[in-house]
């Protein structure tokens, strides 16, 4: 199993970045995908979530409105699309494999709900 997160760099406050997770070694379809970032000196934070067939989508109260979460089965590939960025946003940013396709509520932002996580990509938001 592994879990490629791109996409990461540097961008002012109020810009867009699109982050990609590239999967492999397993069953991409029969998976949900959740995004998770850590900001220095914090916790890993839930940042939104996706079923295995794209048509549930979950995020986080800070980040509703500002981001959406796709997919491309056929690419084995998740995409987060972040727009009007803020400083706070700055993390690095992974994402990871749940454990099972269908979350239920309020289980997608749970870290140990996950079994397989990728390197992070770096998002600094910064003027």
């Known amino acids: 199993v592994q879990l490629q997160a791109s996409g990461g760099g540097l961008v002012q406050p109020g810009g867009s970045l699109r982050l990609s997770c590239a999967a492999s070694g397993f069953n991409f379809d029969n998976y949900a995908i959740g995004w998770f970032r850590q900001a220095p000196g914090k916790g890993r934070e839930g940042v939104s979530g996706?079923?295995?067939?794209?048509?549930?989508?979950f995020y986080s109260n800070s980040v509703k409105g500002r981001f959406k979460v796709s997919r491309e089965n056929a690419k084995d590939t998740v995409y987060l699309q972040m727009d009007s960025l803020k400083p706070e946003d700055t993390a690095v940013y992974f994402c990871?494999?749940?454990?099972?396709?269908?979350?239920?509520?309020?289980?997608?932002?749970?870290?140990?709900?996950?079994?397989?996580w990728g390197q992070g990509t770096l998002v600094t938001v910064s003027s």
């Open positions: 996706i079923n295995s067939s794209g048509r549930r989508t």
């Open positions: 990871a494999r749940f454990l099972g396709s269908n979350p239920i509520t309020g289980t997608w932002a749970a870290p140990s709900q996950y079994d397989s």
